[in-house]
Structure formats: C-alpha cells, structure tokens
C-alpha cells in the first residue's frame, strides 16, 4: 500500500506545476481533511489487510492500524465541540473491530458513518465554488500524468517501468469504485504522512478538482457516460441522489450503486464526472449558480471593472435563472416577475455607473427574492392541483395569441373564397408542431436549450412576426370597405394572393405558433419532471379543448359578418397583437443582453400584453402604435380617393 502512495507521490510530483498561490487552511481544517482522507483509505483497502477474520497482508494491516490510530490523535486535537466526545468513542471502536480484525464491510461502515459525522460537526469545504474543467484536468493529465499513468490512465505510460513499484492504474474498476472525487483531491492537496506523498496544497484549487475530476472517470467509459447523460436527462429521481455538487464529490460509485443499482450507477457517474456541471444546470429547486454569479459579478464590479460585472450578471440570469424560470413562472408567475425586473434593474445600474454600496443592496434584495424562489421550487411545493392550473394556463396563454392569428387568417381566406390558400395556412401551423416535438426531442436527448437561445428565440421570432402583422394589419385595413365594393375587392384579393403571398402565409403560420409552442415546451418539459404526469395531461387537454371553442366560435361568427367587417376586425386584432409581440420581443432581447435596458421606476409590468417596465420596450411599442396610425389613415385617404373618383364617373 505504502509503495503505491510513493508511486502516486512521484507522479503528482511530474503532473502539478506551480502556477499560483492560494491560502492556506486553518490548523483545524487540516486535522479535519486529514482524518477524513484516512478514514477514506480505511474504509477502501481494509479489504486488502483482512479477509474472513485473518490476516492477509501485514504491511497493511500495520497501515490500518497506524491510520487509524492517526484519525484518533486528530480528532483529540480538533476544538471541543459537543460532539467531538463521540467522535473520540466512535473512533476507539473502530480501532478496536480493526483489532479483532473485524469484516471488511463492518469496518467500511463504521469508518464512513465516522467520516460524514466528522464533517457535520467541523465543517470544511468540500467542493469546488464552480464546476470544475475536464478539459482542463485532461490537458494536465495528457501534458504530464501520462508519462507514468498513460494516455488511458492504465499505469502503464512510458516512464512506468523506471519506477520501484508500478504507478497506479486509475483505470482498477473495483478500486474506482470505492474512491471519490473529494479523496482524491485530499489526496493531491494534503499528502500523506509518513509517505513520499507530499502536499501540493499551493496549486490552485480548482486546477486540483479538475485534475481529480479526470483521474476518477478513466475506469468508466464513454459507452457509460453517453447512456448516462440518458438517463440523467430523464430520470428526475437521479437529480435527487445528486443535487449538488458537494454531493457529487463526495458520493462514490458503490455507495450509489447500493442506491439506483450497478449499472445505472456507474453510468451515471460517467457522465456527471466528464460534466460536473450538468449538477447544476439540472438542480431544479437550486439558485447556486445564479448566487455564484451573482456574488462575483458584485466583486468585479467593485474591483471597478464594470464589464465583467456586466457580463456576470448576464451570465446569472441566462445560465443560473433561466433554466429554472419554466418552473417558477408555473408555480409563482408574480415572483418570476419581480425577479426578472430585480436582475433587469440590477444589468441596468450597473451600465449607469452606479456605487458599490446601491449594487450591494439590489444584490441583497435579489438573494432575499431567489430565497423565496428556492422555496416555491422546492418539491414538496408541487402538487396535482397546482400542476394542473399552470398546464391549463401555460398552454391557454401561449396558444391564444398564435390561435387569433391563424383563425383570423382563416377566416379572411375564406370570406374572400380563396380556399385554395388554406391548405398554405394549414401546413404553416401543422409545420410548426412537428417542429415543436423536434425540438423537444433535440432538447430531450440531444443537446440543451440554453438560456440565451431561448430568449433570442422568442425576442427574434416576436419582432419578426410583428413586422409580418404590421404589414397583414395594414392590407387587411385597406380592403374593408363599404358592401357595395366587394366585387372591387375580390378582384384585387384575386392578384394579392398570389403563389408568392400564399407562402408568406404559410411562414406567418409556422412562425407564429412555432415561437409559442418553443415556449410551451419548456414550461411543459419543466412540470414534466416534477412526476405530476396526469395533472399535467388533465390541465393540457383542458386547454386544448378552450382554445377549440374560442376557434370553433370565432370561424362560426365569421361566417355571418359581411366580409368587410371580418377584414376590420382582423385588422384590429392584427394591430393590437403587433404591439404586444413587439414589446415581448424586446424584452426577450433585452433579457439576452442584446438591447441594454434603461428602466422606468415603478412602470407597470403585464407580460401578457408585452408591457414592460423599460423605455425601449415601451418606445418600439410606441413606435408599432404609430406605424398602425399611419398605414390606417393612408388606407382611409385611399378610399376616400377611390370613392370621389367613382362618385365623379
């Protein structure tokens, strides 16, 4: 055991360079992490000193004792604290089974059961603030482990045969599987005593972890880590066996084979190894990240470099919150609210140049809002009821808008009896759908959706078709006339809709209702995972069948309005949903970063409408008010035109 630990010694010693210093740990929390790692290495090898009461290597049965003995001299040193009396007791036990040489199981649990008390009663940091790199622990690996360990980790690397003992094989499976990341680590920052293992505690730490992160996955393999990235993606009760990333560290693969079975286990361990910060992406009741960033992004910015406080805050809203807003805006729309204005005002104040002090206190107010956030996330926060209601108006306030365009466009095709355009109109919609469950499958199985590519969906896709339905607006306003000019009417609708203006019909379609199915998706994918499938299908059905009748009554009533009513009445609610996409579509924009926000204090927020409280929403709101004014008053001096010119034949 002990010509292993040189082996390791002699190779960190190749693999770590100094490239900066950190500092150091207290005294306590190094006699804290010491005795874990010791309790760690007993806990693993014991297996290898005793089977079935007898003594099958000495050198390491001594070694187990001598540990053991050590983490018994380390606990009596630590503070006293109320616990650290059965902490004493608990460790003289364990010496004491290890003395009537004890199983190895009975002992493995003894000396974890010690090591988690240990850390509940003298707290260290046991995982990094952020994910680590894998790439960055690869590179380190490839550039200098690899001489001794090889390129696969199997100990057999070109400089292996010059060693007295052989280095060790990361890629050992059984010995993989009783190792964390955490004790590896340990093992790189602390040393171990009595060995050639030195501490390379002046490296930065998270140069450490990354290094840790990649020696712990080369016994499993890109097979496992692809199935499970499956498995992670849509099983919801393996987020729960690893919410975060000090669990992630500390949890080894037997102990969470012993949870969700072998293979599952080391599938999952695969993937979350090579991605430690799929943790946190996926946590789906945790604020962590967007804390993180938030924290840092007020440290940069009282450092005075505005910029990186800019960005960081971007980064807290698109990478830390965004991922979790489908859920939050289903349980709790009004603090989903508030928490976007709070993080919009905060990118704000920062661009305005405002004091260390106003940014400190709106970061303040945002973690006392993300507390409550947590809270309405939490699981026990779900229920059937709840699922329900926010299924049924999820997909009653998404589907609404995108149902008003393609009725109205329905029921204009047909009062100017150009039937021939509907099946354009119909495969837009229909497109559309299929393109939704595409995505859904993509963002499923294939890659996320991240907070960036969403709200540059939704701001681009609304500004775009705004502008579509400005320019329909506009035409339609033009051709509702008096009755006595429909023939007049169905000979230019005749020209108007040509093969070209069909297709365009056909894009307005797809484009309108694939922008509100995207979002429907992630809310939907959202509530999926919270295990209320029949509430959900129960609220989306109800939903779809309100949106039926809305449609069902609005072609019925059509049918009986001259056609010059039904082309007023589409033009004003073609105008009117212009107006609010063209609010929405710079808000998205605004929440990706790309249109700065410039607030307007205590201004009204109704999302529904695309009213926000910023001046370059309300402005291009404006704007689209006067773009309508102006192509409905032209339309009016046109037809006035028309009329005096008839009157005059």
């Known amino acids: 055991m002990r010509l292993m630990l040189v082996a390791a010694a002699i190779l960190l010693g190749l693999v770590l360079p100094l490239t ?8 306590d929390q190094n006699g804290v992490q010491t005795a874990w790692r010791l309790l760690d290495y007993v806990a693993v090898d014991y297996g290898g000193a005793v089977a079935g009461g007898r003594i099958t290597s000495a050198s390491e049965y001594a070694e187990m004792k001598e540990f053991t003995g050590s983490v018994s001299a380390q606990l009596v040193a630590l503070p006293l604290k109320p616990g650290r009396p059965a902490l004493i007791e608990r460790a003289a036990h364990l010496q004491s089974v290890i003395a009537r040489k004890g199983t190895p199981q ?8 010690l090591a988690a008390d240990l850390l509940k009663a003298y707290p260290v940091p046991l995982a990094p603030a952020t994910p680590p790199s894998f790439a960055r622990g690869a590179t380190l690996f490839g550039s200098s482990c690899a001489a001794c360990h090889g390129t696969t980790g199997n100990g057999h690397g070109p400089d292996a045969a010059k060693l007295t003992t052989p280095p060790i094989a990361f890629t050992d499976i059984e010995r993989a599987r009783q190792r964390s990341v955490f004790a590896l680590y340990q093992v790189i920052g602390q040393g171990i005593d ?21 020696a712990g996955s080369f016994a499993l393999t890109d097979d496992q880590a692809r199935e499970g990235e499956r498995l992670w993606k849509t099983d919801q009760s393996l987020r729960q066996q690893v919410p975060d990333l000090q669990t992630l560290v500390a949890l080894t693969p037997s102990a969470l084979a012993d949870r969700i079975g072998e293979e599952r286990a080391l599938a999952v361990m695969a993937y979350l190894r090579r991605h430690p910060d799929a943790v946190i992406e996926q946590a789906p009741a ?3 990240l967007v804390r993180q960033k938030l924290a840092a992004s007020l440290d940069a910015a009282q450092k005075g470099d505005r910029r990186a406080a800019k960005e960081l805050a971007l980064s807290a809203y698109l990478d830390g919150f965004e991922p979790v807003e489908p859920t939050l805006g289903a349980r709790d729309a009004t603090l989903l609210a508030r928490i976007e204005g709070a993080m919009g005002e905060y990118r704000a104040a920062i661009d305005q140049g405002a004091g260390s002090d106003d940014l400190a206190n709106r970061a303040l107010i945002l973690n006392d809002l993300f507390d409550d956030a947590e809270a309405a996330l939490a699981p026990g926060a779900s229920s059937d009821a709840s699922t329900f209601l926010g299924a ?16 109205a466009m329905i029921a204009f095709l ?14 837009g919609w229909v497109g559309a759908l299929v393109a939704g469950l595409l995505t859904w499958v993509v963002a499923t199985y294939a890659i996320g959706i991240s907070g960036a590519s969403r709200e540059l969906t939704e701001g681009f896709g609304s500004l775009f078709a705004a502008v579509v339905l400005l320019s329909v607006g506009i035409w339609m306003h033009g051709k509702a006339q008096a009755d006595q000019w429909q023939r007049y009417i169905r000979e230019k609708m005749a020209r108007a809709l040509s093969g070209r203006s069909a297709w365009f019909l056909f894009g307005l379609a797809f484009v309108v209702v694939y922008r509100e199915v995207f979002e429907t998706i992630l809310f939907y994918a959202a509530l999926w995972t919270q295990g209320n499938g029949g509430a959900l299908l129960a609220g989306a059905g109800s939903a779809v069948a309100f949106l039926a009748v809305i449609a069902w009554a609005m072609l019925r009533y059509s049918r009986q309005l001259p056609i010059a009513k039904v082309f007023a009445y589409s033009s004003w609610l ?3 949903l212009t107006v609010v996409l063209a609010g929405k579509g710079v808000g998205a924009l605004q929440e990706a970063g790309i249109i700065s926000i410039a607030p307007i204090a205590n201004g009204p927020r109704l999302s529904m409408l695309g009213v926000f409280p910023t001046w370059q929403s309300i402005i291009a709101q404006l704007l689209m008010v006067l773009a309508i004014a102006a192509g409905f008053s032209f339309n009016r001096r046109k037809r006035d035109k028309t009329v005096d010119l008839a009157t005059t034949a």
């Open 20 to 27: 900066a210093l950190r500092a150091a740990p207290t005294a």
């Open 106 to 113: 009975e002992v493995a649990t003894l000396a974890r059961g």
């Open 194 to 214: 009595g060995t050639a293992m030195q501490s390379f505690a002046n490296l930065p730490s998270q140069d450490r972890w990354a290094l840790a992160f990649r």
């Open 286 to 288: 945790s604020l962590s």
């Open 392 to 407: 049924f108006t999820i997909l009653l306030r998404e589907g609404l808008e995108a149902l008003l365009i393609v009725v």
């Open 414 to 427: 047909r009062k100017a009896e150009r039937s021939e355009v509907l099946p354009y109109v119909h495969g």
């Open 574 to 576: 073609m105008a009117g």
